[in-house]
């Protein structure tokens, strides 16, 4: 199982960054909400730096941390002036913060094999000792349901340099969805292919929120950020610490 490698970084960077793009003007204003208008985020799962760019532009300062290497190399062209970190989201030593945002499913992600209930609520504790009080905890994640059972889902999409081809299957017994990723980058006269498998695991926003509130956070659900939805069975959370 992979990490976003140097190609496939590449392309989702190029291709599928307009997620970040959309969604920033909805988390933004969750944060002015929460009266977080300056000061220290963290950003897990940071990718190739988008989100930490708005960021910085509406005034924050910005620390991204991110398991793929690649990923952290396009960040720190694309937000430079933030500060980037490779580690895994479950695992990193968290700075004290004014919040903490996760685009993407990325506690989803089971790049970290770690990745369980058990690790998530560790995880929490350790992000609800990081903030300051009033801070806030703003994520998404993909639920149990994704497809019917036996289905899979395949999707292709393309650029000026760049192929992609996905395919889904949701193992509904275990919560686990896999998606299995060829890519093709151009490189000189000819096309370089490669292979990623991502599995993620599967959790349901009101048991996320319950473990959240039982760290000490006053949570609630969305659907999407700002006017910028989510499709069915995803979930923003909203975290907040008294």
């Given at each position: 199982m992979q990490d976003y490698q140097e190609d496939l970084a590449y392309i989702h960077n190029a291709g599928f960054g307009d997620f970040a793009l959309k969604a920033a003007p909805g988390l933004l204003g969750i944060l002015r909400r929460c009266r977080i208008a300056s000061g220290q985020v963290v950003d897990l799962g940071c990718g190739s730096g988008i989100w930490a760019r708005e960021l910085m532009r509406s005034g924050y300062q910005v620390l991204g941390i991110d398991l793929?290497?690649?990923?952290?190399?396009?960040?720190?062209?694309?937000?430079?002036?933030?500060?980037?970190?490779?580690?895994?989201?479950?695992?990193?030593?968290?700075?004290?913060?004014?919040?903490?945002?996760s685009m993407g499913e990325c506690v989803n992600y089971c790049?970290?094999?770690?990745?369980?209930?058990?690790?998530?609520?560790r995880f929490f504790r350790r992000v609800y000792q990081a903030l300051d009080p009033g801070g806030a905890f703003v994520f998404d994640i993909v639920e149990?349901?994704?497809?019917?059972?036996?289905a899979s889902r395949?999707?292709?999409?393309?650029g000026t340099d760049w192929a992609v081809f996905s395919e889904t299957t949701e193992d509904r017994r275990r919560n686990m969805l896999t998606r299995r990723i060829i890519a093709f980058r151009r490189r000189g006269n000819l096309y370089r292919?490669?292979?990623?498998?991502?599995?993620l695991r599967l959790y349901r926003s009101s048991e996320l929120a319950g473990d959240l509130s039982?760290?000490?956070?006053?949570?609630?659900?969305?659907?999407?950020?700002?006017?910028?939805?989510l499709s069915l069975g995803h979930a923003v959370i909203v975290a907040r610490k008294p």
């Amino acid at each position: 199982m992979q990490d976003y490698q140097e190609d496939l970084a590449y392309i989702h960077n190029a291709g599928f960054g307009d997620f970040a793009l959309k969604a920033a003007p909805g988390l933004l204003g969750i944060l002015r909400r929460c009266r977080i208008a300056s000061g220290q985020v963290v950003d897990l799962g940071c990718g190739s730096g988008i989100w930490a760019r708005e960021l910085m532009r509406s005034g924050y300062q910005v620390l991204g941390i991110d398991l793929s290497a690649s990923m952290i190399q396009l960040a720190g062209r694309n937000a430079p002036g933030a500060r980037f970190r490779t580690g895994s989201l479950l695992r990193v030593r968290l700075p004290r913060c004014r919040a903490v945002t996760s685009m993407g499913e990325c506690v989803n992600y089971c790049f970290d094999r770690a990745n369980s209930r058990a690790h998530l609520k560790r995880f929490f504790r350790r992000v609800y000792q990081a903030l300051d009080p009033g801070g806030a905890f703003v994520f998404d994640i993909v639920e149990p349901g994704q497809l019917p059972h036996g289905a899979s889902r395949r999707i292709y999409r393309q650029g000026t340099d760049w192929a992609v081809f996905s395919e889904t299957t949701e193992d509904r017994r275990r919560n686990m969805l896999t998606r299995r990723i060829i890519a093709f980058r151009r490189r000189g006269n000819l096309y370089r292919r490669s292979e990623e498998t991502h599995r993620l695991r599967l959790y349901r926003s009101s048991e996320l929120a319950g473990d959240l509130s039982r760290t000490g956070f006053q949570v609630r659900i969305q659907h999407g950020y700002g006017r910028f939805r989510l499709s069915l069975g995803h979930a923003v959370i909203v975290a907040r610490k008294p």
